[in-house]
């Protein structure tokens, strides 16, 4: 028996709030993503300070 249009209406309800919730959760995983690879660049680039100064005492010496 086929589901009458209540209960087909409260399905595509449950489906478009499910889908909702999936794009909450990327949208956050993505902007974790983008906070990480944010961080990571500053520390590579501390790094590299880092390693130029290092590099600049070792040739002074």
Not at 29 to 45: D, F, G
Request: zero cysteines; aromatic letters at 4%.
């Amino acid at each position: 028996m086929a589901p009458g249009p209540f209960r087909g209406k409260t399905l595509a309800r449950q489906e478009v709030a499910k889908l909702q919730d999936d794009n909450r959760a990327l949208d956050w995983l993505t902007k974790s993503k983008e906070t990480a690879l944010v961080e990571a660049e500053r520390t590579v680039q501390i790094a590299m300070v880092k390693a130029s100064l290092v590099d600049d005492l070792q040739n002074k010496n």
